[in-house]
């Protein structure tokens, strides 16, 4: 997975404040906020926006995000799995 930074020229780009991944329409942010310790994640596909991290480091960052996103994920794939596998009822409100 492929992270792009903020980083000025010149300046390391592990030293950016965000960092972007697109996969399609997918796009995941790990990101600073000013004036606030940690890390933060957003995912607008995933309606994950600002939520904080518990990692300190960059690298611990990304990975616990790919941990959050899997279980969302998962849950998502478990409610669409129910909806195919329930019989079909046609009904009026």
Known sequence: MKFV???K?????????????KSGSVE???HRITNCDGWFLNCKALGYWDKELESDSLMAAI????GIIEKRMESIQKRIKE???????????
């Open 9 to 21: 020229f010149g300046i390391p780009v592990e030293d950016g404040t965000i960092f972007r991944a």
């Open 28 to 30: 995941i942010s790990i």
């Open 83 to 93: 909806i195919y596998e329930t019989p079909i009822e046609i009904a009026r409100y």
């Open 5 to 7: 930074s903020n980083a």
């Open 63 to 66: 990975k616990e995000s790919k």
